[in-house]
């Protein structure tokens, strides 16, 4: 059964930092691409990061380039995702995913989502 837990949202300032987690289970960890969602009220949903497997490539989001860093722990199943001179602009729900492959296909599994919410 494919688990994914995020956690590390909250209530920060503007300028402060966070730094979300998603430990995963029921699946080869290393094998996936892991990314980090988010969706703002009255907005869909949008990719934030990507990281494939063993770090071999991520892919940011414009708005967040040079403020956000993800890495992944494939020992112990987790990705991060550190998030430094939060903005108003990046208060949402954020979600991990993860693109498992399989034989002829993916299949996708998405976490329940965490909070964050930049305000002064």
């Known amino acids: 059964q494919v688990q994914l837990v995020e956690s590390g949202g909250g209530l920060v300032q503007p300028g402060g930092s966070l730094r979300l987690s998603c430990a995963a289970s029921?699946?080869?960890?290393?094998?996936?691409?892991m990314s980090w969602y988010r969706q703002a009220p009255g907005k869909e949903r949008e990719l934030v990061v990507a990281?494939?497997?063993?770090?071999?490539?991520?892919n940011y989001l414009d708005s967040v380039k040079g403020r956000f860093t993800t890495s992944r722990d494939d020992g112990k199943n987790t990705v991060h995702l550190q998030m430094n001179s939060l903005k108003p602009e990046d208060t949402a729900v954020y979600y991990c995913?993860?693109?498992?492959?399989?034989?002829?296909?993916?299949?996708?599994?998405w976490g329940q989502g965490t909070q964050v919410t930049v305000s002064s």
């Open positions: 995913n993860a693109k498992i492959p399989e034989i002829l296909r993916y299949r996708y599994y």
């Open positions: 990281i494939t497997s063993a770090g071999g490539s991520t």
């Open positions: 029921g699946f080869s960890f290393s094998r996936a691409t």
